[in-house]
């Protein structure tokens, strides 16, 4: 084997290590970028960017069957489920040579298409060569999660890695789990024609506010999508007239069967780390993922490991964030702490649901003496013009004001959160959000009465209105 020797080698050409790598080249740095699959990671090939295309798809077509509350007629969509998945290709084409091994090997960066593996706690193979870097960036992901539910071996089984493959709508897709990529899929084929039905052990999207989760599922159960909770899947087998049949327990106790011609398993994902042979580096890890401290290093000091390998929240945007943190640490020597942000999370439903900072559950499990903000869609202008009036925020306000923590469910949830990671990431208060100017008419005016509310109370003070009245007396 040749020895190869650049400053930085990053495993993994997913959002976190392209991310690495294209910054470090661009400061003329020498980097070796290791991948054994596909260029652009799960992001580009199976998760965010496919995902979000066949939602939009969807998207449309409910459009045209809820066109009558705008005075047009309704119509039922023809779907050809065959070219939609095609445009989801085509999607993903179009970004793919932003994130392409010719693309990064035009900005100076050695790729290696090949498996990686440490021989000690400072050298890798891969493709051939031997690797010695000055600092290894270990981002190599996440992938789905197949429980091992009796009989799940003798049916086929869909994963957000599978799923984009299909050409014919299923018929009858039946989900395996409640969580965000879940609520995702079901929701999107259940508008291009599917019948779906969802089956959680816990909550759907156990992790969010219930107040807001609400909102999204009844949004859900409007459009048709069947929603069990609570629901054990005991035994999977092939149904009896082929499909696929889920014998589930409900919360009572008793048994049913669940008949569906797909099956699609969102019941979490794992940490990737299988064939790099940590133990040879003196690395960390366990089922979680690898072990790292607040500055991302792991227990060898060469070695980073950011993204979903870290174990953290399993989010392109933290990823990202990571990445940043690790070139500054690396390239600059400048302290890092990746626990300092203010993370938000999306789940990409409609109505969307998203959050920032703490709920009201996590704050008052902390023993927080909070004030809860309450703001609906249906009392803001453009929510009635654009007939999205479904939806809420909620704010979590601490001691003077300060604001711990911001949950949307409803029309641009996603964006809106842009404007709470950044209230939260400088600390700011309820003074902030009721001062700041928003054009009328848009959904961001919900942000500002929440906080005028906080505030209105204070009409009703003695000492103020008395002061009022003093000052009326000077004309």
């Keep these: 084997m040749s020895l190869l020797t650049p400053d930085i080698c990053v495993v993994g050409a997913g959002s976190a290590?392209?991310?690495?790598?294209?910054?470090?080249?661009?400061?003329?740095?020498?980097?070796?970028?290791?991948?054994?699959?596909?260029?652009g990671g799960d992001c580009l090939n199976t998760g965010c960017v496919p995902s979000k295309a066949l939602i939009a798809a969807g998207r449309r077509a409910q459009a045209m069957r809820g066109a009558d509350a705008f005075g047009?007629?309704?119509?039922?969509?023809?779907?050809?489920?065959?070219?939609?998945q095609r445009r989801v290709r085509a999607v993903i084409a179009g970004i793919a040579p932003h994130d392409s091994q010719e693309r990064f090997t035009g900005l100076g960066v050695t790729v290696i298409r090949a498996e990686a593996a440490f021989e000690d706690a400072q050298t890798l193979s891969a493709g051939g060569q031997r690797i010695r870097a000055r600092r290894f960036v270990l981002a190599t992901g996440s992938a789905p999660v197949v429980p091992p539910i009796p009989g799940i071996d003798t049916v086929?089984?869909?994963?957000?890695?599978?799923?984009?493959e299909l050409d014919r709508l299923p018929e009858h897709l039946l989900v395996v789990g409640g969580g965000p990529i879940g609520i995702e899929l079901a929701q999107a084929h259940r508008r291009l024609g599917a019948a779906v039905t969802i089956v959680e052990a816990g909550t759907a999207l156990s992790k969010e506010d219930p107040e807001l989760v609400e909102v999204v599922l009844g949004r859900l159960r409007a459009e048709g999508v069947t929603i069990l909770e609570r629901a054990t899947v005991l035994r999977i087998g092939p149904g009896p007239e082929g499909g696929v049949a889920l014998t589930v327990q409900d919360p009572a106790g008793g048994e049913r069967v669940v008949l569906g011609s797909h099956l699609l398993v969102a019941a979490g994902r794992r940490v990737v780390t299988d064939g790099l042979r940590l133990e040879r580096a003196g690395i960390e890890?366990?089922?979680?993922?690898i072990r790292v401290g607040p500055d991302l290093r792991t227990a060898n000091r060469r070695v980073y490991a950011i993204g979903d390998a870290?174990?953290?929240?399993?989010?392109?945007?933290?990823?990202?964030?990571?990445?940043?943190?690790?070139?500054?640490?690396?390239l600059f020597r400048l302290p890092i702490d990746a626990r300092k942000v203010a993370l938000p999370r999306v789940t990409y439903s409609e109505p969307e649901l998203g959050q920032v900072g703490l709920t009201e559950a996590e704050a008052r499990a902390r023993g927080m003496k909070v004030t809860v903000l309450r703001?609906?869609?249906?009392?803001?202008?453009?929510?009635?013009?654009?007939?999205c009036i479904d939806g809420l925020l909620k704010l979590i306000v601490g001691r003077g004001g300060r604001i711990l923590g911001a949950g949307i469910a409803g029309e641009g949830a996603g964006e809106m959160t842009n404007l709470f990671s950044l209230v939260l990431s400088r600390r700011l208060k309820l003074s902030a959000l009721q001062g700041f100017v928003a054009p009328y008419p848009t959904l961001g005016e919900v942000a500002k009465r929440a906080a005028t509310a906080y505030y209105a109370p204070h009409?009703?003070?003695r000492a103020v209105r008395v002061a009022i009245r003093l000052l009326q007396r000077f004309g």
């Design 72 to 84: 047009i007629r309704s119509v039922e969509p023809d779907v050809d489920y065959a070219a939609v």
């Design 375 to 387: 703001a609906h869609f249906d009392e803001n202008d453009r929510a009635r013009t654009d007939g």
């Design 459 to 461: 009409a009703q003070n």
């Design 17 to 39: 290590g392209l991310t690495v790598a294209a910054a470090a080249a661009a400061f003329d740095v020498d980097v070796v970028l290791v991948e054994r699959s596909r260029m």
């Design 310 to 330: 870290a174990g953290g929240p399993q989010f392109t945007h933290a990823a990202a964030h990571q990445a940043g943190l690790a070139v500054r640490a690396i």
């Design 285 to 289: 890890a366990d089922s979680k993922g």
């Design 156 to 164: 086929p089984v869909l994963t957000n890695e599978t799923i984009f």
